[in-house]
DNA sequence: CTGAAAGCGCTAACAT
DNA sequence: ATGTTAGCGCTTTCAG
């Protein structure tokens, strides 16, 4: 094969135009379907492909979605994925992806290169220390859809799908505070990340609702790896905590293992609770309290969102935020009287 | 913003012409420095976007790396992922992510979506039920290269990369046999696959250096899913196993459940070795025996080698396979007098 | 129902 | 160092 078939090959052959060929490889109801019947017969046996790029050239646009994400190397990233890629495959789109890994100047590259591939429309989970969107900014400009999930920005006027990490924060707290708990250490991540901050702030109202004093030192920052989580969680050992409210599962079952190392017992001496509800977490022993945080159904409503403003012909953006249900898991890691 | 700013919009307002500001973007020594910073001065001022599309089109290369994967929703994959995003950024190549979800169709469609897409490269992990290959063949007409990773198939011609499983399986079993145990079942996936058919030589060999017969009725083949892995364990159990070598980690922590929950010990009286050396495999109890699977390492090695033909101007194919090495990793599960 | 002509935005060959 | 011209392969008017 020395050079790629195009339409003209086909129409050559035929005797027809490429234009008629164009339409007739699009199944456009205008050509006579003996026609058409032909061209593709003949497509077959040429071997021909379609050149999508100069396709979405022509059309301007490239019936594909750009997926940036802050990481991909979690349970929580592929359902999402998993979750986009159903929809958009079912509508047709291809699906663009890159990820940021947590960092903020990656997410800007990124953003500007999905930008000049010509995506046509955006799904976006923030980098952790993503402070501002105006790098999103070219993509409003040229009316664009933008949807964000999971890790959003408030001021910023497009579509948002998210669970309710406040009322999260409560709930898990709430729970430990019913099972007897007092001093429930928090573990999380950067709190300029809406998704840690709402479950904090849950944490403190649910502490104070239930009157107990709200104690600074010991809630800790740290990126939830293994080894700072074991860090962070020897440091909270010396302030005799008796519960652990870690936002994330593979962090709470790394302090699992370290609890019982030190042969703290968990949930007698220690409860922990988990954020996620990942597949390790009913498989580690005891199996871990979390929250379920349903990824693939924000993928799918995420990508169902952003398709719907892709074929309204109204271009205006708006604000909107939908709240993808999440439910606690209680299982054996917070629950004296179970084991 | 009406339309998008060209090159020509650009050349208008320098009064110079497209060509020029082409070469100026595209930092092409050629041209004036002077010239140079001007025009990169006024396609910021303009807002212009690189159209990606047109470039390639125009090029014909699309500096985009097609990975089709047999699935996506795990450790291994995210790994490979990640490894050949390392690679491929530092190259300036984008990747195009497609999935078949182990589906054989799914895996033709997508070959050929990724084809019309006009991707440089090809890297491929073949579905469950994938036993020809004649759909990578239009690559292989336009010699546009294809490396395959772990999942490959050996009549074909081209680059793939490995790891020794035949070894894995032979090593796994030794272990388990070198502990005592004698009646060693194995839960492992459809045999058509490499990758499952090489471990399962390996545990045959082993056996048979060993001199301990080969008994058929302590295979099983199951889709390693957690209802699955149950359904298979209970049934083995019958038997009288002693050990169980699962060719995954997750069904492998699934079996320690089931086993606990039976009041059987792990390892004093069945041990359970896994394979992957997922983060879950330390974090279970007892901790997992597995195989560790470099997934990373397999996604840059991948790339690299696609990356290498994609530079080289010898087209011709030919056939290389590439062994990653694997470790043993011994941990709690398998071994009687660690617990 | 089909075709001729134009152009999407860019870059490469061939000037100068 | 810069410009002219042509064309990548497709689709979309507009005209029959």
Redesign the pocket.
Known sequence: MD??V???DIAKKL??????V??G??NN?????K?REKIHQTAKELG?R??TL??S????QSKTIGVLLHEVNSNFSTSVLAGIEKIATAEQYDLLIAHSAEDYTKEKANAKNLLSKRIDGLIVSLALNTEDVHHFDPFFERKIPVVFFDRVINNVKCTKVVIDNFKCGYDATKHLVSQGYKRIAHITANLTRNVYNDRFEGYKKALQDKKIPFRDELVKICSLDKEATIITVEQLLKLKPDAFFITNDFAAAVCINLLHTKKIKTPKDIAVFGFNNDVLSDLVTPKLSTIDYPGMQMGEVAAKELIKQLKSSNKKTKSKTITIPSTLIIRESTVKTLK
């Open positions: 050079r790629e195009t339409i003209y005797k027809i135009s490429a234009t008629t164009s339409r490889l699009n109801s205008v050509i006579n379907s026609t021909y379609h050149n100069a396709s050239l022509r059309k301007n």
